[in-house]
């Protein structure tokens, strides 16, 4: 099975719409094959991000969207909270959906879209990263994403994350309080919203 972390460009596309709705707007998003939740929003992502949204609502935030796919997260947080975004991942095909959902969405001038594996061409600080993690991917890489983070916060800034109970949502809240103060701040069908305060 080809993963959405990985790249092929031989892989065929086959783009499609996928739409959010809150109560206020309606967003609208291109997706394609080899991209993480290709067909419908991934409910750990929207939890997320409707976690987010309840507990921040602060303007003119700078944000890290970490693994941004097709860009849900990261443009969502650009056009509710007026907040200045930089998307990254290593999915050549999701930077390249990424942009163009920027511009679907009026956004484009809150957003920066960059390669980058993890934190590697990162190069700013930022108020939250937020991150739906590559679980697949294996531990070293979303450890890597949740320690590095710490790098790339300013001195109160904030790592926002979802995890699956099944997917070791336990071990890596014991793993982030090595770096962090911990909490969990939502659970729902299984899936954990934690905030990683830096101490």
């Known amino acids: 099975m080809e993963q959405y972390f990985t790249n092929n460009p031989d892989l065929k596309s086959e783009l499609r719409t996928i739409i ?24 750990g992502s929207t939890l997320l991000l409707e976690t987010v949204l309840k507990n921040v609502n602060t303007e003119n935030l700078n944000i890290l969207d970490v693994g941004c796919g097709y860009g849900f997260l990261g443009i969502s947080l650009a ?14 095909r999701a930077l390249h959906l ?19 594996n993890i934190y590697e061409n990162i190069t700013n600080i930022y108020d939250l990263i937020i991150t739906n993690p590559p679980i697949r991917a294996g531990k070293e890489v979303v450890y890597g994403i949740l320690d590095g983070a710490r ?18 949502a336990k071990s890596t809240i014991e793993h982030l309080k090595n770096n962090y103060e911990c909490e969990i701040v939502t659970k729902s069908k299984g899936f954990y919203i934690i905030k990683a305060k830096k101490h």
Request: overall charge positive; hydrophobic content about 30%.
């Open 79 to 92: 056009k509710f909270l007026n907040a200045h975004v930089t998307m990254c991942d290593i999915n050549k």
């Open 20 to 43: 959010y709705k809150n109560k206020t707007q309606t967003l609208t998003f291109y997706s394609d094959n080899g991209v993480f939740s290709k067909d419908k929003l991934d409910f």
């Open 151 to 168: 790098d790339y916060l300013k001195e109160d800034g904030e790592l926002w994350m979802v995890i699956r109970k099944n997917q070791g």
């Open 98 to 116: 990424a942009k163009r959902n920027c511009e679907k969405n009026n956004v484009k001038s809150l957003c920066e879209v960059l390669e980058s």
